[in-house]
């Protein structure tokens, strides 16, 4: 954990490098996307498949530490065509709940450097090795659809995550991405960005690569005049 004064400035890079440097916070990563104790506790030593879908009766996965001093996991059947899986991958498809591939192929997608250190920190969050950073989003309606509810959490974590590394800047947050974040559908993704952006919950800020970026809007203030 950090304290209070790491949470109000964030990690940085230098604060999620020394996590990721961490022995001990690499095996409590391991053990919470499943691996054995056994497994965790001697690191080379066989374990069956945690990623979904690689369900087996035989042990076929193994960790290992890369030469970045990070823990991955090593897939040996090669089920999906990927050998070596860092453990935010890991965990991305276990909350997915399948293993996503690369566009128009049938092997399993590998994250981008972007991407690969957002699901980073929400492993790091979920796992409750680092505290998530206080987001102030403005309430949603009693009758706010299922779907919105899901996405309007959804885009507070994902702040959440990315504000404990460093706050305040605005993030992307594509239909695409927002449906396997928050777990519903891509359509559903879309139209619930749109009722939160209608209803100025979540606000534009701006583009980034011509892609758009969205920040918490603000309450409205009930003893305002006007």
């Known amino acids: ?114 991407s690969l250190a957002t699901w980073r920190l929400r492993l790091l969050v979920d796992a409750k090795l680092i505290e998530p950073y206080p987001i102030d989003l403005p309430p949603l309606p009693d009758d706010a659809p299922a779907r919105v509810l899901k996405v309007y959490e959804g885009f507070k974590l994902l702040l959440a995550c990315k504000w404990s590394y460093a706050p305040g800047p605005p993030t992307m947050f594509s239909r695409a991405f927002a449906a396997g974040w928050c777990g519903v559908g891509i359509l559903a993704a879309w139209e619930a960005t749109k009722w939160l952006l209608q ?19 603000r309450e409205e203030d009930d003893d305002a005049s006007g």
């Not at 040996?76 to 498809?93: C, F, I, S, T």
């Not at 606000?203 to 809007?217: F, H, N, Q, S, T």
């Open 199 to 217: 209803r100025q919950i979540i606000m534009p800020a701006g583009k980034y690569k011509g892609r758009p970026l969205y920040l918490p809007g």
């Open 1 to 114: 954990m950090y304290g209070e004064a790491e949470k109000a400035a964030g990690l940085g890079a230098s604060g999620v490098s020394a996590l990721l440097h961490d022995v001990s916070t690499e095996l409590a990563c391991a053990r919470f996307v499943g691996v054995p104790d056994g497994a965790v506790e001697s690191v080379g030593r066989s374990f069956r498949c945690v990623l979904p879908g690689h369900e087996d009766a035989h042990p076929s996965a193994t960790l290992h530490w890369n030469k970045k001093g990070e823990l991955v996991l090593h897939d040996w059947h090669r089920l999906d065509g990927k050998v070596w899986w860092a453990l935010p991958e890991v965990y991305m498809a276990q909350v997915l709940g399948y293993v996503p591939r690369a566009p128009k192929s049938d092997v399993a997608l590998s994250l981008p450097a972007p």
